[in-house]
């Protein structure tokens, strides 16, 4: 598994299914080697091993147009020199190293990620250089993963290209609340972010929303980004005294007692796919008020809230503080929809394709990589109105879909 920061997973979607994939495919008897990026400074050497997955640790670049490349260069280079039978590069934009993997006859799936070219971080250079590695993973890769059908659609209609559909797992939690008191909060008596800062996160349309509602309960927000300093300042000053940054918060339990107890959930991502903290989120029978995409949609149905402009986010905060009742609801709803998103089944899809690879069960004719005109192109844009949480009856999670072979893991 190369082109993540590896495990412990510490860091955001990637390093999660690395890691939850990466324990479940050794407890069913596979080697798996995952490359890591070393830390600068660290106090401890890192280890060799981790839940059964050998680790190997090089560094990278610290800089971050040139983080992600650098390290999965050093990585793919070691693995060309320590074969391994199937290969998983994790974020199209590693595209340009696939050549390498193909000279050396490894099979590779790429795991392409959201619409990165979308993302507000990038300038026009960085834009391009992502778009033009969409095309490059399907041209180079051996077969494609997508982790939401939003994604899934995108490549096709403007690729022609097949992917297999594999999301993330929502681990069902009840943490309690035993600890919330370290922070002075109450079970059911605050809102949550947990996000990266950065700009398509929408964390500062969050805080500005919260800061002209009348809500009475606070805002706990937390999350920070490397290389956002500007935008960091941004959100801090769109705050009033309400709304608590708590920064990074990397005790797991805490987090978990803060998705589990919070009033609701505020979710602002809108470039990825499926988001693993929104499942989390559900996964701990929150009440989500999410930015209005596909991609949200997709996960939340119909438990959600949603959002666009800070307008949004003051009328819908202040419709869930009338109606606690309903949060609740929305809640034991959410819990339902995150019981779709299996990591036994997702690993499984891994599993399954890894198998292909190995045999080399895949088409050697690969789409061309030649973009098309298509509407698709648009496909992260907001898909109707923001709404509320209807009143009708809570409809039953549709049946996963079958995608190029591999079960995709959706309610």
């Known amino acids: 598994m190369v082109g993540t920061r590896g495990v412990p997973a510490r860091y955001g979607g990637f390093e999660t299914a690395v890691e939850e994939?990466?324990?479940?495919?050794?407890?069913?008897?596979?080697?798996?080697?995952?490359?890591?990026?070393?830390?600068?400074?660290?106090?401890?050497?890192?280890?060799?091993?981790?839940?059964?997955?050998?680790?190997?640790?090089?560094?990278?670049?610290?800089?971050r147009a040139l983080e992600t490349l650098s390290h999965t260069a050093l990585s793919v280079a070691h693995l060309t020199a320590h074969r391994t039978d199937a290969a998983f590069v994790f974020n199209a934009a590693n595209s340009p190293l696939l050549p390498v993997l193909r000279a050396a006859r490894i099979p590779v799936a790429t795991h392409v990620d959201g619409l990165e070219?979308?993302?507000?971080?990038?300038?026009?250079?960085?834009r391009r250089y992502y778009r033009a590695a969409e095309a490059l993973a399907v041209r180079w890769s051996d077969a494609?993963?997508?982790d939401a059908q939003g994604i899934a659609d995108y490549y096709r209609d403007a690729f022609d290209a097949p992917t297999s559909l594999l999301t993330y797992g929502a681990p069902l939690i009840e943490p309690g609340?035993?600890?919330?008191g370290e922070l002075g909060l109450e079970p059911r008596g605050y809102h949550l972010v947990v996000a990266r800062?950065?700009?398509?996160?929408?964390?500062?349309?969050?805080?500005?929303?919260?800061?002209?509602?009348?809500?009475?309960?606070p805002l706990v927000v937390v999350g920070s980004a490397p290389y956002a300093d500007e935008y960091t300042r941004r959100v801090h000053a769109l705050a009033d005294d309400?709304?608590?940054?708590?920064g990074g918060v990397w005790d797991q339990q805490l987090l978990d007692q803060l998705y589990a107890n919070c009033s609701t959930y505020l979710h602002g991502h809108s470039v990825g796919g499926t988001n693993p903290s929104l499942l989390r989120a559900i996964g701990a029978g929150a009440a989500v008020t999410a930015y209005d995409v596909d991609f949200n949609r997709e996960v939340v149905a119909d438990a959600g809230r949603y959002f666009r402009t800070p307008q949004d986010v003051a009328r819908q905060l202040a419709a869930a503080e009338a109606d606690p009742v309903g949060v609740l609801r929305a809640g034991q709803r959410a819990r339902e929809l995150a019981g779709g998103y299996d990591w036994d089944q997702v690993a499984a899809g891994y599993e399954e394709l890894a198998g292909r690879l190995a045999a080399r069960r895949f088409p050697r004719r690969r789409p061309?990589?030649?973009?098309?005109?298509?509407?698709?192109?648009?496909a992260a844009s907001p898909a109707g109105p923001a709404r509320v949480w209807p009143d009708s009856a809570l409809l039953p999670a549709p049946t996963a879909p079958v995608l190029d072979g591999v079960r995709a893991v959706r309610p």
């Open 21 to 63: 994939v990466g324990r479940r495919l050794v407890e069913r008897g596979h080697r798996v080697v995952v490359y890591c990026r070393t830390v600068p400074g660290a106090d401890a050497l890192p280890s060799a091993e981790h839940l059964g997955m050998e680790l190997v640790h090089l560094p990278a670049a610290r800089t």
């Open 117 to 126: 070219w979308k993302r507000a971080k990038w300038g026009p250079t960085g």
């Open 144 to 146: 494609l993963i997508a």
């Open 177 to 180: 609340a035993d600890r919330l």
């Open 197 to 217: 800062f950065e700009p398509e996160n929408h964390v500062d349309v969050v805080v500005e929303g919260y800061a002209a509602s009348s809500a009475a309960q």
């Open 242 to 246: 309400r709304v608590r940054f708590l």
């Open 368 to 378: 061309s990589g030649r973009r098309r005109p298509t509407s698709a192109a648009v």
